[in-house]
């Protein structure tokens, strides 16, 4: 199936990246949200961040003129109607998604592929709120999309072989590296990952060692580009807890989240996007650790 209109669900994040990444490399998109700034925000991101590539000399005026007007916003839903690939990329919550694809079924053609953006949900879950579970497909992509090369792949039970070899193109043709994992919570990246970032946050939350030394320590000992704690900032705590409910739910104590990322989420503090997570943002830049972790009280 030859696929060049994509449908892409929720106009945040990862959403907008998805969308962008898309529009670049000749894909048809219709973004899609129910709220129309938020498309209007991304559309307008989307744009400033193309405009960017040019200045750098990564991308060319020319290819920029050719990719906006392959994107289109739509907060009604009925610009499915043609896609070929769907790619919901909501908040990671099931029901939600299942919603998403149950509204999807009734519009798009019986031979569109729906893709889900999940970073832990089943895949054969999704399936089952629809009529199509061999046409149900994981493409979980990392953030921010342009730029992170990976894009995991997830089969269900039922998912078959072609729209597996379908994905595969796109997935290529987007500049992505394609690893493929079983319909197994967390997959391939987030079962290894997340633990460890969950893990830094007990290590704040018991007062071994703090914010910064912690996040050092991973960044000169092991080599990573990022700290833990700082990457949970970029990823979401939000999202981050809501994983490691869904891995502690399927495997135990062992992926329980810490009482201190708990708290966080709790008291509004979700990481870059609410402007204060472990570390401070302003415009998107880290200016220090948030004073709530390092500030003493004393009666």
Known sequence: ????????????????????????????????????????????????????????????QEALEAALPRLALDDTIQGAKDADLVIEAVFENLEAKQAVFSQLEEICPPDTIFASNTSSISLTALAAATKRPSRVVGMHFFSPVPKMRLCEVIFGLLTAQDVLDDIKEVGEKMGKTLILADDKPGFIVNRALLPMLNEACVIVGSFIGSV???????????????????????????ILLNVMNVLSKEYGEKYHPSLLLRKMVTAGFLGRKSGAGFYIYENGKKMGVNPVLTQGHKL
Do not use: W
Request: with cysteine; hydrophobic share 45%; net charge negative.
């Open 1 to 60: 199936m030859a696929i060049q209109k994509i449908f892409v669900v929720g106009a945040g994040l990862m959403g907008s990246g998805i969308a962008q990444t898309a529009i670049v490399n000749g894909y048809d998109v219709v973004l899609n949200d129910q709220r129309r700034e938020a498309l209007e925000r991304a559309q307008m991101g989307i744009q400033k961040a193309l405009e960017r590539e040019v200045e750098k000399g990564r991308m060319t």
């Open 212 to 238: 910064e030394d912690v996040d050092n320590g991973m960044k000169l000992g092991c080599n990573h580009p990022m700290g833990p704690l700082e990457l949970a900032d970029m990823i979401g705590l939000d």
